[in-house]
T-cell receptor, first 115, second 112 residues
Framework: GDSVTQTEGQVALSEEDFLTIHCNYS??????LFWYVQYPGEGPQFLFRASRDKEKGSSRGFEATYNKETTSFHLQKASVQESDSAVYYC??????????????FGQGTSLSVVP | EAAVTQSPRSKVAVTGGKVTLSCHQT?????MYWYRQDTGHGLRLIHYSYVADSTEKGDIPDGYKASRPSQENFSLILELASLSQTAVYFC???????????FGPGTRLTVL
């Protein structure tokens, strides 16, 4: 079945550091790829989505590029802030043309940013 | 603003007891979902629904039932709660299978 793997379980950075969270997927066909963010005590929030190869999704300074060749969708941010501390989830879903597609989430990556 | 609310926000249940978790959305979305969150597993889909009076099994439906009496309401039912069902449960809604999902604040369930 479809799956998503996030390499890092936890990431610790200082403010203004560069962030990369790795996400690789395994799926048949041409899935849509998502990033969600979850702040403490809240439910996950949609960050952005990409639907086709080489498409870049971005929001709030975060970005990721759909790479079908390497089956990856790595999250990056040039300069993190303490307020970015949260858990980040990569997810995949079916293409818009499918009758139904569930989201399959990765295990999540906990980001901690210290001043 | 779109909103998904869950009740209760936390609950302690006894093994073998019945638990009902409720979810209400004001987004006018057709799709509703129940997930459970466990450390190391991320979010896993339990049940979902795309129309009132109809529910479908997700990836981990065993031990859970769901009910969608109206477009706005979606319940998760644990008929015989077990220790292994201790987790945080999230409800979500979306307006299509492809769109972003809006999550509620979660219910922390502890089964003793």
């Amino acid at each position: 079945g479809d799956s998503v793997t996030q390499t890092e379980g936890q990431v610790a950075l200082s403010e203004e550091d560069f962030l990369t969270i790795h996400c690789n997927y395994s799926a048949s066909g041409y899935p849509a790829l998502f990033w969600y963010v979850q702040y403490p005590g809240e439910g996950p929030q949609f960050l952005f989505r990409a639907s086709r190869d080489k498409e870049k999704g971005s929001s709030r300074g975060f970005e990721a590029t759909y790479n079908k060749e390497t089956t990856s969708f790595h999250l990056q941010k040039a300069s993190v802030q303490e307020s970015d501390s949260a858990v980040y989830y990569c997810a995949l879903g079916g293409p818009a043309s499918s009758s139904f597609s569930k989201l399959v989430f990765g295990q999540g990556t906990s980001l901690s940013v210290v001043p | 603003e779109a909103a998904v609310t869950q009740s209760p926000r936390s609950k302690v249940a006894v093994t073998g007891g019945k638990v009902t978790l409720s979810c209400h959305q004001t987004n006018n979305h057709d799709y509703m979902y129940w997930y459970r969150q466990d450390t190391g597993h991320g979010l896993r889909l339990i049940h979902y629904s795309y129309v009132a009076d109809s529910t479908e099994k997700g990836d981990i439906p065993d031990g859970y039932k769901a009910s969608r009496p109206s477009q706005e309401n979606f319940s998760l039912i644990l008929e015989l709660a077990s220790l292994s069902q201790t987790a945080v449960y999230f409800c979500a809604s979306g307006d299509s299978n492809y769109a972003e999902q809006f999550f509620g604040p979660g219910t922390r369930l502890t089964v003793l």
